[in-house]
C-alpha cells in the first residue's frame, strides 16, 4: 500500500522538534500541532518525497540498523496512527 501527506499539513524542525502543523483547510479538521520522533520525521521526509512504502522501510533498516521486521512494525504504526489523525492518506 503506499501513501501521501497531507497538502495541509507542514512539516518544520525547530530546535531540534520535529513537527506537523496543521495549516490551510486543515486547521479544526487535523490536530493543530504534532510532534513525531526523529525516526518518524524520517519516514514523513520519505512519503513528502514520494518514495514507495517498500524504499522507506529500506531506508529506515539502514539508518537505524534494525531488522525488517522492526522497520515494518515501527513503518506500519506510524502510518496507522497518522492516517487515523488525517495527516496522512492511502494513494490513488
Known amino acids: 500500500m ?9 512539516y518544520v524542525e ?3 522538534e520535529y513537527l ?4 490551510g483547510e ?10 513525531l520522533s526523529e525516526s518518524g520525521a524520517f519516514i514523513w521526509r520519505g512519503l513528502e518525497k514520494g518514495l514507495a512504502s517498500e524504499s522507506i522501510i529500506c531506508a529506515v533498516m539502514q539508518e ?9 512494525s515501527g513503518f506500519s504504526a506510524f ?3 497518522l492516517m487515523k489523525e488525517g495527516y ?3 494513494s490513488e
Not at 503506499?2 to 507542514?10: I, L, M, S
Not at 506537523?20 to 495549516?23: F, G, I, M, S, Y
Not at 537505524?64 to 515494518?72: C, F, G, H, V
Open 79 to 81: 502510518v496507522s496512527t
Open 2 to 10: 503506499e501513501y501521501r501527506v497531507n497538502p495541509n499539513a507542514v
Open 20 to 23: 506537523l502543523v496543521a495549516v
Open 64 to 72: 537505524y540498523e534494525i531488522s525488517r521486521d522492526e522497520a515494518q
Open 14 to 16: 525547530v530546535c531540534d
Open 26 to 35: 486543515a486547521r479544526g479538521k487535523l490536530p493543530q500541532l504534532r510532534k
Open 88 to 90: 496522512i492518506t492511502e
